[in-house]
């Protein structure tokens, strides 16, 4: 089975927009396809801890050997596309559709006294009116709503006859979500009506509707009827929600390829969905370099030249439609020549309006991810950081090369709960093990600079006395030279001890401009530290700041040092904050146990559990407090000291608050 962790996409790479993502195995089929409000939210789950799945998903993130994505503009047409590839590919995991069922339609119907709006699968009816394919989910969702603005009947037969009988409507009679034609309310002519416009709105006349129920709620307004055209507003907001164009599906009699191209001056990302009988049956993409200077309709004529041209289509697979973002200059005879090939008539046209050009912007926006996913994982590899790190050591005027960089952050809320951050970087790439976090407190959290000073003074000290403490007991670097030149078999038996803070940086970044670059420098200086550089970068202009100098040094805007520079500045302010956010969460709880020494937070829920509030341990005994789990006579005789001291010093012990809201969390 294959390791999930092999073929997982970076975080960065996934787009959040709606999309359908398909699993591949080895072999490069499709076992499974699915659809997600946010790709990124998503396709995180499945790989984020692998172990806790279900079963079934366990076993299919373990067989596949890669992923990939569409991207779509709404989540009805990753609906639409979701089913399309599902009844394409028939993929072995999505088990819920392996008793050849296809999706339930909305159907209405129309051959019945009272029509009746329901959920349908399989064969159709004669006399019913379909409107779909949908999701489960989705129909019931669509069809709960639709009822809201056309009450028509959606009751079993079992239930209107009943209805009819006892001249009592259902539960839906009631709250308005049926006009109840089975006791007379409104008359099967005007129900069918009804029925008709639902249909109508379905079938796509929804702007009618919309005007009549805006005209409608301007009537009430007028007559300052306002709960009435309150209830219309909500009506159309409910209209508006449920339909939706759909930009994936179009007419049952369209063949057509879809190309779009998202470019910059060096690359261009070319995406194309075949449509064949009006619904998506593929989709392919490329990205070219740009080795002249190519405009977007020469892009377009080499484009359809290497599809139809290299590849041969064959007549049977060639569509009726070609439609491009841009116009060929050549349209004509390119035109002829795919005609050619097809052996019928093939147009090149570019789409304006309607849904062919909606599509073509769906196709756009695949092509510009894309290129976003590209450029992301050549910024990933071993020549885009080299260039990075080359580019930061020439600009910087540095005489050694910048293998290992540490970015250093401070956050706070008005001088509170002031934390620093270390981030590392090596080669260009993360080392997350290697992360520091420092609590500032004291006269150093009295400002920015001086919490700063303090960081790096704690961070090279300890590095300082760490060194210091190998080489004493034999395991610096010195000592271990020695020892490997007399016994060269290394001891692969026991494990090297864990270090705290490995060894220093070649480079310093600090975040922020002159004072924080001074600060930082000043403590190295106070070290004796001397082979390690300072940098900051400040964030209005992005400048980079170099200690005792009053001008800043102005990267390139599009120079890869900078972006670097960039990365890791941004990753230690994330990284501050989360652990600033940490530490003001603990701060809101104060409880009247929490200076009891040697009690956890385990042993104080023991406690609660086992007496119930702050009040009941405070009368215990010794020997009853040893009654609760991992709490025995010494910790238990604290604790009774403990209780006994703060009603010498404060009076009654306070009980636990939350200090945001004032709740008292233990009584």
């Given amino acids: 089975m294959a390791n999930p962790a092999s073929y997982r996409p970076q975080t960065g790479e996934i787009p959040t927009n709606p999309g359908v993502y398909r699993f591949r195995d080895p072999h490069g089929r499709v076992i499974y396809v699915g659809k997600a409000k946010n790709l990124r939210s998503r396709l995180n789950s499945y790989f984020a801890n692998p172990a806790g799945l279900l079963p079934k998903t366990y076993a299919m993130v373990h067989t596949a050997s890669s992923v990939e994505w569409t991207v779509v503009g709404s989540e009805l047409e990753s609906l639409q596309l979701e089913y399309t590839w599902i009844k394409e590919f028939k993929p072995r995991f999505n088990v819920m559709f392996r008793d050849d069922k296809s999706y339930p339609y909305l159907a209405v119907t129309m051959g019945e006294k009272y029509p009746r709006v329901q959920v349908l699968r399989g064969e159709r009816r004669k006399g019913t009116r379909y409107f779909g394919p949908y999701t489960a989910g989705a129909i019931r969702d669509t069809m709960d709503t639709l009822l809201r603005v056309f009450p028509v009947r959606s009751c079993s037969p079992g239930v209107l006859k009943r209805a009819e009988a006892s001249g009592r409507p259902c539960l839906l009679g009631y709250i308005d979500k049926c006009a109840a034609p089975c006791v007379g309310r409104i008359s099967a002519e005007d129900h069918r009506a009804l029925a008709e416009d639902f249909c109508a709105f379905m079938g796509g006349e929804a702007k009618r509707f919309v005007s009549r129920l805006e005209k409608d709620m301007a009537a009430a307004v ?20 449920v339909f939706e164009r759909n930009a994936v599906v179009l007419a049952e009699d369209t063949d057509a390829d879809v190309f779009a191209l998202h470019e910059d ?23 070219v370099e740009k080795v002249e200077d190519t405009t977007t309709p020469d892009l377009v004529e080499h484009l359809l030249q290497q599809v139809y041209g290299e590849e041969g289509e064959s007549q049977g697979r060639m569509p009726r439609e070609v439609l491009v973002p841009a116009e060929p200059s050549n349209a004509a005879e390119l035109a002829q020549w795919l005609s050619g090939l097809r052996g019928a008539r093939v147009d090149i046209r570019v789409p304006q309006r309607g849904d062919k050009a909606t599509l073509l912007s769906t196709v756009r926006d695949n092509a510009e991810h ?19 790190l080359q580019e930061l050591q020439e600009a910087l005027d540095l005489p050694v090369a910048l293998m290992r960089i540490e970015c250093f952050d401070i956050s706070h809320i008005q001088g509170t709960n002031v934390v620093g951050s270390m981030v590392v970087v090596e080669d260009g790439l993360p080392k997350k093990s290697d992360y520091r976090k420092f609590s500032v407190t004291g006269a150093a959290a009295n400002d920015d600079t001086a919490a700063m000073h303090d960081v790096l003074t704690r961070r090279f000290r300890n590095y300082l006395q760490e060194q210091a403490d190998k080489t004493a007991d034999g395991s610096g670097p010195l000592a271990v030279a020695q020892a490997a030149a007399v016994a060269p078999v290394a001891d692969t038996t026991t494990p090297a001890p864990k270090t705290k803070f490995a060894y220093p940086p070649n480079l310093v970044v600090v975040d922020g401009g002159k004072p924080q670059v001074n600060a930082a420098a000043k403590a190295l200086e106070e070290l004796g530290i001397e082979d390690v550089y300072v940098v900051g970068l400040a964030k209005r202009l992005e400048e980079v700041w170099l200690p005792d100098s009053d001008f800043p040094v102005i990267l390139p805007r599009a120079s890869a040092g900078l972006y670097l520079l960039q990365r890791i500045r941004d990753e230690a302010h994330r990284f501050a904050i989360s652990f600033h956010r940490q530490k003001r969460g603990k701060a809101m709880t104060v409880s009247a146990l929490d200076g009891v020494p040697g009690l956890g937070d385990s042993k ?6 086992q007496f ?7 009368a215990a005994t010794v020997e009853e407090l040893t009654a609760a789990k991992g709490v025995g006579p010494a910790l238990a005789g604290a604790i009774v000291r403990h209780f006994n001291a703060a009603e010498d010093t404060e009076g009654p012990a306070a009980p636990a608050v939350n200090m945001t809201t004032g709740e008292i969390l233990e009584t």
């Fill in 604 to 609: 104080r829920k023991a406690l609660l559990n």
């Fill in 222 to 241: 007028a007559e300052l009827d306002y709960e009435r055209a309150a209830r219309v507003r909500d009506d159309i907001i409910a209209l508006k929600k």
């Fill in 265 to 287: 001056e060096l690359e261009a990302a070319v995406q194309v969905f075949h449509v064949r009988g009006g619904r998506i049956r593929g989709q392919r993409g490329w990205v």
């Fill in 370 to 388: 894309a290129l976003k996913l590209h450029k992301s994982r050549r910024a990933g590899d071993l020549t885009m950081r080299s260039q990075a």
């Fill in 612 to 618: 119930g509030s702050v009040k009941s341990i405070k």
